[in-house]
């Protein structure tokens, strides 16, 4: 699949989202510029529609569809927040929703999913993985003829997600670095189009947890290489990314980290604690890499992305409890 949106395909997204999204704040943080000797800005999509970022590209993709295709109706995978904005959409056209979730999907995104929805979605929660029910709604697209929403691996979605980076370089036209998760890759991916067509020098750079690297470990020799899946506080990032993506990523993208469980769990405290955030495991995995030293920032004006707020009351107790300063 050839998969190249530009800098006006985000413009276009920016004009149809005006008004149905946040213009969400990007915020300097005292806290990490002085921990990192850099300027540090955050900018916290955990505050959007939806508790994520995800709501920008779903809502842009189920908007694009042809009559027939609303009709016919739509099945997605999604670890939570894609899933989340589908649904919003499908509510609003009258649209029908097959959502595949896997078993690690936290049980406050779950409840989003079918609320935001109504009874325009049937919610199926599938294997364990990702990976396992991107697999079922594959099947079903087969099987009944929907249309298949990827939540990354499309133009629609990756503009729409480029929209944030817009709106960062809005705010801090000065960014000369710009950090964000990288699961499937359209988050990543779009941020980076909006960026360095009005940065070219910034760098862009990925973060995944070591639970689940496949860019990581692809990136040097440039194919998707296979690694072993594990769980991971980042849910939203867990799961295997496409050749398409991996290809656009090697046009702009600087390089990929992998950061440590425990460093996304320092991350979330410290977001709680000094800012009084609530940020998800896959928001987090930015602040994460500057906080272990992943990424030289030291220096430089830093955007981070922070993706979204949708984690389990009880899995950020625990998290707090474990990291009191």
Not at 50 to 63: H, Q
Not at 76 to 83: E, L, M, R
Not at 85 to 100: D, E, F, P, Y
Request: aromatic letters at 4%.
């Amino acid at each position: 699949m050839q998969l190249d949106p530009q800098v006006s395909d985000v413009l276009l997204a920016a004009r149809f989202l005006r008004g149905k999204v946040r213009h969400t704040p990007t915020e300097r943080s005292d806290a990490l510029s002085r921990l990192s000797g850099a300027d540090v800005f955050l900018k916290w999509e955990n505050q959007q529609i939806c508790g994520s970022f995800k709501v920008r590209g779903a809502l842009n993709k189920m908007f694009s569809l042809s009559e027939k295709e609303r009709a016919k109706g739509v099945v997605t995978a999604s670890s939570g927040n894609h899933a989340q904005g589908i649904a919003m959409a499908a509510r609003s056209l009258s649209t029908k929703a097959v959502i595949c979730v896997p078993g690690v999907c936290p049980q406050t995104k779950r409840e989003a999913i079918t609320r935001l929805g109504g009874d325009f979605v049937e919610l199926r929660v599938i294997g364990h993985l990702y990976d396992d029910a991107e697999d079922e709604a594959h099947r079903l697209q087969k099987e009944d003829g929907m249309t298949y929403v990827s939540s990354y691996e499309d133009h629609f979605i990756m503009s729409g997600a480029g929209t944030l980076g817009l709106e960062m370089m809005m705010d801090e036209p000065e960014i000369d670095m710009v950090i964000s998760p990288a699961g499937g890759g359209g988050l990543l991916n779009g941020v980076a189009i909006a960026v360095k067509a009005l940065r070219p020098d910034a760098e862009i750079w990925g973060v995944q947890s070591v639970a689940s690297n496949p860019y990581v470990v692809s990136w040097p020799g440039g194919k998707v290489l296979e690694v072993n899946y594990e769980d991971s506080l980042a849910d939203g990032l867990t799961g295997s990314i496409p050749q398409s993506l991996l290809d656009l990523s090697r046009k702009r993208v600087t390089g990929f980290v992998d950061v440590l469980e425990s460093d996304i769990a320092k991350a979330i405290a410290f977001l709680h604690s000094r800012h009084h955030q609530v940020v998800e495991g896959a928001g987090a995995v930015g602040v994460a890499a500057i906080m272990s030293g992943k990424i030289p920032v030291k220096g430089k004006r830093v955007g981070v992305v922070i993706s979204g707020g949708n984690i389990d009351q009880e899995r950020l107790l625990n998290i707090l409890k474990e990291h009191r300063e």
